[in-house]
T-cell receptor, first 115, second 112 residues
Framework: DAGVIQSPRHEVTEMGQEVTLRCKPI?????LFWYRQTMMRGLELLIY????????DSGMPEDRFSAKMPNASFSTLKIQPSEPRDSAVYFC?????????????FGPGTRLTVT | GDSVTQMEGPVTLSEEAFLTINCTYT??????LFWYVQYPGEGLQLLLK?????DKGSNKGFEATYRKETTSFHLEKGSVQVSDSAVYFC???????????FGTGTQLKVEL
């Protein structure tokens, strides 16, 4: 299995531009999570989906952020317009929901730099 | 709400030293407990887990025991290696949910 795939791995953009991060979860997994990691705030859960439906988006910082999961094999996180404080590493993770003790598998992350 | 508290880092050890990273939690119900590891430039990986009280999770020489009475899940390794240098995250899940609650992470540096 290829694991969770994220693209791009690195993104450098100017303030005000739209940024789209992409994630392909592990085949067969039915839950998908978007996280943000910074030195200041650590690891934050932004939003997660079960069976392609957004369950909890309370971690999305503001309306500039949006996430979609049009099907079981693809999700996007969009920032429009981007700001320098959005610079961070964004991780996607997937899991198979059901019972306790199951594992979330993380992708390699997208390092976003907004100048 | 649920929360996880880890000891602050960085923790710096010499190779072959004994490692303990403390983790305590607050949760409703009976959580499952996890340790994740993040190597430089990579995403998080599950290191070990325990799903009920007194369970011991172990992997790659690391161990942690689920202590309900002290609400703790301390990570230990008898002899660390330079390759263990990473950030370690304690986490939990409660009830029927699938949302992980993470601690802030503890950076471990192992020197020759």
């Amino acid at each position: 299995d290829a694991g969770v795939i994220q693209s791009p791995r690195h993104e450098v953009t100017e303030m005000g531009q739209e940024v789209t991060l992409r994630c392909k979860p592990i085949s067969g997994h039915n839950s998908l999570f978007w996280y943000r990691q910074t030195m200041m705030r650590g690891l934050e859960l932004l939003i997660y989906f079960n069976n392609n439906v957004p369950i909890d988006d309370s971690g999305m910082p503001e309306d500039r952020f949006s996430a979609k999961m049009p099907n079981a094999s693809f999700s996007t996180l969009k920032i429009q317009p981007s700001e320098p404080r959005d610079s961070a590493v964004y991780f996607c993770a997937s899991s198979l929901k059901g019972g306790l003790g199951y594992e979330q598998y993380f992708g390699p992350g997208t390092r976003l730099t907004v100048t | 709400g649920d929360s996880v508290t880890q000891m602050e880092g960085p923790v710096t050890l010499s190779e072959e030293a004994f490692l303990t990273i403390n983790c305590t939690y607050t949760a409703t119900g009976y959580p499952s407990l996890f340790w994740y590891v993040q190597y430089p430039g990579e995403g998080l990986q599950l290191l070990l887990k325990a799903t009920k009280a007194d369970d011991k999770g172990s992997n790659k020489g690391f161990e942690a025991t689920y202590r309900k009475e002290t609400t703790s899940f301390h990570l230990e390794k008898g002899s660390v290696q330079v390759s263990d240098s990473a950030v370690y995250f304690c986490a939990l899940i409660t009830g029927g949910g699938n949302k992980l609650t993470f601690g802030t992470g503890t950076q471990l540096k192992v020197e020759l």
